[in-house]
C-alpha cells in the first residue's frame, strides 16, 4: 500500500495517473478540468469510505478528501 507521503501533492498524483492513462503527453501539464475531474472522483471514493467510520482514527472518507481533497 502507497504511504501518504506518496500522495502529499495531490496534483503531482493525478498528473501521474493522467499519464499513465494517456490523458495527457509527457512533457506536459495537466488541465484545470483533469485536476477538477480527479477532485471529483475523489470525493465520490470518500463519500463511500464515509460509511466506514473509526472512532479513534476518522473514516476512510475522511482520509481521502485530506489527502486528494479540493481546497
Do not use: W
Request: aromatic residues 8%; contains cysteine.
Amino acid at each position: 500500500m502507497p504511504s501518504d507521503q506518496q500522495y502529499r501533492d495531490p496534483e503531482a498524483a493525478f498528473h501521474r495517473a493522467a499519464l499513465q492513462n494517456g490523458l495527457v503527453p509527457p512533457g506536459t501539464k495537466i488541465t484545470p478540468q483533469l485536476i477538477a475531474f480527479a477532485h471529483a472522483v475523489a470525493e465520490l471514493c470518500a463519500v463511500v469510505g464515509d460509511a466506514y467510520d473509526d472512532a479513534l482514527d476518522g473514516n476512510a472518507g475522511e482520509h481521502i478528501r485530506a489527502l486528494y481533497g479540493s481546497d
